[in-house]
């Protein structure tokens, strides 16, 4: 890899601050009221039987780190990275592709973040929606992350859709950029096929958040996403990661992000936050979040409407 290729790395710390005035004060458009018309209704057939195919799956241990994020749960047992194939059917994958395709029009674009991308989707799609708070959606994630999951509490950085493709000449270009996410357990569901686009491979740094030197790539590995379908669940705020920009074609992408109502603790940061959606954005939703974590686990599984999802049954896991 030349010096060219590499990923640049995203602003930490006191960037992320100045990364959130911008945000505040720039024209990105926000996504309120374009809610798309879908044919799609989502149910649990939509899921593969008997669960989807996991592979390359590694704990945090793997990676290195030897204190637990979550009080109940070792850190041997907490996925930090694992490469999930048909977990969709083909007719799931086609509607997702179809309602996030439709959902670029609500896109904003700005010149720090990675792509063109569309923020809290589960406000502006039911099929989406649904799908978040289906039980058997629920329940394939919990057992690929190794424990029980809500939607994340906060709508926009519950679900979002990355657009990747190569802007005209003259304009500058997407920019990928090695990250950790503010949000823990995420599932990075690719739509296109490997077949769509050149460049935008996956990248991850196999090692701990201490261990990371954006000017190093010896340990950089790439994900195998091949089919449109296929994703990369992540521990996202302790693995840093990212795509490399898209050279030709285009790529797009379906990421969401969960909550473990079991544990009161979140890794997200106000700063993180607000240096994606502005200040004033970020201040109610920041408050409800940090309500929510205090409400007990039957309480965060009551309000989406399903029956608590146990640490005893991830151990049941189909395949
Ligand atoms: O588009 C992807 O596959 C993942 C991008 C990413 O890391 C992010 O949106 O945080
Ligand atoms: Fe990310």
Known sequence: MTDIDRLPLFDRGIGRVKLALNATFSATPRPTSRRVEEEARWSDDLLCQPGPLVSDTRTLEALGYHTSPHPRIAVGALTAVACVHRLFTPDAVAALQTICARLEDAAGDSDWIISRRTRGVTALSPFINAMMNSRGFLLAVSRIAGVPLVPYPMCNPRSQINYFH?????????????????????????????????????????????????????????????????????????????????????????VLSFHCPYAREDSNTFWHLASDDGIAATVPDWARLRWTLHQSSARQFARIGITPITFEELQSAGR
């Open 166 to 254: 190569p802007k005209p000449a003259g304009q500058p270009q997407q920019r990928g950029m090695w990250h950790t996410d503010g949000t823990n357990y995420v599932l990075n569901i690719v739509l296109s096929g490997a077949a769509d686009y050149t460049g935008g491979e996956f990248l991850i740094h196999n090692g701990t958040v201490d261990t990371f030197d954006a000017g190093d790539d010896r340990s950089a590995e790439t994900a195998r996403l091949v089919e449109p379908g296929d994703a990369l669940f992540i521990y996202g705020s302790r693995v840093f990661h990212g795509v490399r920009p898209v050279t030709t074609g285009r790529r797009m992408s379906l």
